[in-house]
């Protein structure tokens, strides 16, 4: 997916933690228009092998996963959004590496594909549960063979897998790190239902908006409530819980992934430590 030009120089970013307290406006014709939305990734740092695939789909007995996430240590597993199943691999190789570059490098890389290329954009949406419940299982699976940390994350509609992912994780089992990029979705989302009561089931959730992505803030917020992906939730979700603005750095949409600043700060929390065992 092209990112816009960035300077080598990586932004300030801004963020506020928040403590814990407890109309979808979207229409297909502006997020057609913005149908680049998640349709091709393509950093020139992608030097290494690719990470492995899972594909997530409805088959005839429902929804399920193609594979198993591989044990290890620390694992990073990515959800692409709308149109980003073709381009999933390197996507996930751009935020992988925006995260080696900023100080964090994981054992192994999983890109979760789930069929996100139509042009029923409420289908779509609708599907990202089903994809988080699925996902959910799979680290849970993961965690009983004896796997390390997950750090997940997840852009566009895939921000919104991984915000389901941890409401639908079972009791006893926690996401190291669950990270949204410029999510579709409303901030009221987040500060209540579907997803506040899953912020429990992760250790740290941070959300990366920025005023410029354009996409999101023209289908989301309003009336009262806010952009997720453009202005952050608006609202005290839990301790746990941080905004991370990169307005200063993510110029559209498209540019969260690979992006230095996100990868930087990203890579900064995780080895933060707070989290580990």
């Given at each position: 997916?092209p990112?816009?030009d960035?300077?080598n120089d990586?932004?300030?970013?801004?963020e506020s933690?928040?403590?814990?307290?407890?109309?979808?406006k979207?229409?297909?014709?502006?997020?057609?228009?913005?149908?680049g939305?998640t349709?091709?990734?393509?950093?020139?740092?992608?030097?290494?092998?690719?990470?492995d695939?899972?594909e997530?789909?409805d088959g005839?007995?429902?929804?399920s996963?193609?594979?198993?996430?591989?044990?290890t240590d620390?694992?990073?597993?990515?959800i692409?959004?709308?149109?980003?199943?073709?381009?999933?691999?390197?996507?996930a190789?751009d935020?992988?590496?925006?995260?080696v570059a900023?100080?964090?490098?994981?054992?192994?890389?999983?890109?979760?594909?789930?069929?996100?290329?139509?042009?029923?954009?409420?289908?779509?949406?609708s599907?990202?549960?089903?994809?988080?419940?699925?996902?959910?299982?799979?680290?849970?699976?993961?965690?009983?063979?004896?796997?390390?940390?997950v750090?997940l994350v997840?852009h566009?509609?895939?921000?919104?897998?991984?915000?389901w992912?941890a409401?639908?994780?079972s009791?006893?089992?926690?996401i190291?790190?669950?990270?949204?990029l410029?999510?579709?979705?409303?901030?009221s989302e987040?500060?209540?239902?579907?997803?506040?009561?899953g912020?429990?089931?992760?250790?740290?959730?941070?959300?990366?908006?920025?005023q410029?992505d354009?996409?999101?803030?023209?289908?989301?917020?309003?009336?009262?409530?806010?952009?997720l992906?453009?202005?952050?939730?608006?609202?005290?979700?839990?301790?746990?819980?941080?905004d991370?603005d990169?307005?200063?750095?993510?110029?559209?949409h498209?540019?969260?992934?690979?992006?230095?600043?996100?990868?930087?700060?990203?890579?900064?929390?995780?080895?933060g430590?707070?989290?580990?065992d």
């Amino acid at each position: 997916m092209p990112n816009d030009d960035m300077s080598n120089d990586v932004p300030a970013v801004t963020e506020s933690t928040t403590d814990r307290r407890t109309l979808l406006k979207a229409t297909s014709t502006t997020l057609i228009g913005g149908a680049g939305l998640t349709a091709a990734s393509g950093s020139a740092s992608a030097q290494s092998l690719g990470p492995d695939t899972i594909e997530v789909d409805d088959g005839w007995f429902g929804w399920s996963a193609d594979d198993d996430l591989p044990v290890t240590d620390e694992l990073l597993v990515f959800i692409h959004g709308w149109f980003g199943d073709t381009t999933v691999s390197s996507q996930a190789t751009d935020v992988r590496d925006s995260l080696v570059a900023g100080g964090y490098t994981p054992d192994e890389t999983v890109a979760i594909e789930w069929p996100a290329t139509t042009l029923n954009y409420f289908g779509a949406k609708s599907d990202t549960e089903d994809v988080g419940e699925v996902v959910a299982g799979l680290i849970e699976d993961f965690s009983d063979a004896g796997g390390g940390n997950v750090r997940l994350v997840g852009h566009s509609l895939g921000g919104r897998c991984v915000y389901w992912t941890a409401t639908k994780l079972s009791d006893g089992y926690e996401i190291e790190t669950v990270a949204g990029l410029g999510t579709a979705a409303d901030g009221s989302e987040i500060c209540g239902d579907p997803w506040n009561p899953g912020l429990n089931n992760a250790c740290e959730v941070r959300n990366y908006h920025s005023q410029n992505d354009s996409t999101v803030g023209s289908a989301y917020g309003g009336f009262g409530d806010t952009a997720l992906g453009t202005e952050g939730a608006g609202c005290d979700p839990g301790s746990n819980y941080t905004d991370v603005d990169v307005t200063d750095s993510v110029g559209s949409h498209l540019a969260y992934l690979g992006d230095d600043a996100v990868g930087s700060e990203l890579a900064a929390a995780i080895n933060g430590g707070s989290c580990d065992d």
